[in-house]
T-cell receptor
Framework: DQQVKQNSPSLSVQEGRISILNCDYT??????FLWYKKYPAEGPTFLIS?????DKNEDGRFTVFLNKSAKHLSLHIVPSQPGDSAVYFC????????????FGGGTRLMVKP | ETGVTQSPTHLIKTRGQQVTLRCSSQ?????VSWYQQALGQGPQFIFQ???????GRGNFPPRFSGLQFPNYSSELNVNALELDDSALYLC??????????????FGPGTRLTVT
């Protein structure tokens, strides 16, 4: 039973355009959501997060939107840069998930120059 | 400030053998979590250690065990290796078991191949 899902395994975007990565969750007890970025041969690195009491959080080119009623969040990257090419993981925590992060399967983003 | 380090980088073991993976947490972090990332999937929580005690466990069998030392470094031990244990094992450290932002800092991982 996957509690966090990223339904798009890959996404290709032109440099300078917007990248939108999506994530759905089923556990209504999750109260915090995070996005991690992973380059090959490196561990995941924290990108941006959002609490369930908010619906938007912005940090530079990165914005995360949370729709609690739909149990859906998205990461917007504007403008996309070739260096953004990586695998992006959505993660959730809180409630009966305790102290662990529950990750989605990841979306591979390719930004073409 | 030293980040999270893991050793070895990769190793190959035979089914039925035992393996020990090591992790040094980021300076000032007292909590270590271990994750298993199978090919093409997201990381899955194995367990967390805080103050040298297991502080939460995911859906993994008892042959997955761990230790945390007084300097907050940690080991992951896997007994009776199975082919499905082949994966990238990630260690993550944090300031506390539960912080306001749940943020964890990951090491580069150990790639384990079981043949």
């Amino acid at each position: 039973d996957q509690q966090v899902k990223q339904n798009s395994p890959s996404l290709s975007v032109q440099e300078g355009r917007i990248s939108i990565l999506n994530c759905d969750y089923t556990n209504s007890m999750f109260d915090y959501f995070l996005w991690y970025k992973k380059y090959p041969a490196e561990g995941p690195t924290f990108l941006i997060s959002i609490s369930s009491i908010k619906d938007k959080n912005e940090d530079g080119r990165f914005t995360v939107f949370l729709n609690k009623s739909a149990k859906h969040l998205s990461l917007h990257i504007v403008p996309s840069q070739p260096g953004d090419s990586a695998v992006y993981f959505c993660a959730a925590s809180g409630g009966n998930a305790g102290n662990m992060l529950t990750f989605g399967g990841g979306t591979r983003l390719m930004v073409k120059p | 400030e030293t980040g999270v380090t893991q050793s070895p980088t990769h190793l190959i073991k035979t089914r039925g053998q035992q393996v020990t993976l090591r992790c040094s947490s980021q300076s000032g972090h007292n909590t270590v979590s271990w994750y298993q990332q199978a090919l093409g999937q997201g990381p899955q929580f194995i367990f967390q250690y805080y103050r040298e005690e297991e502080n939460g466990r995911g859906n993994f069998p008892p042959r997955f065990s761990g230790l945390q030392f007084p300097n907050y470094s940690s080991e992951l031990n896997v007994n009776a290796l199975e082919l499905d244990d082949s994966a990238l094992y990630l260690c993550a450290s944090s300031l506390a078991p539960r912080t306001a932002t749940y943020e964890q800092y990951f090491g580069p991982g150990t790639r384990l191949t079981v043949t």
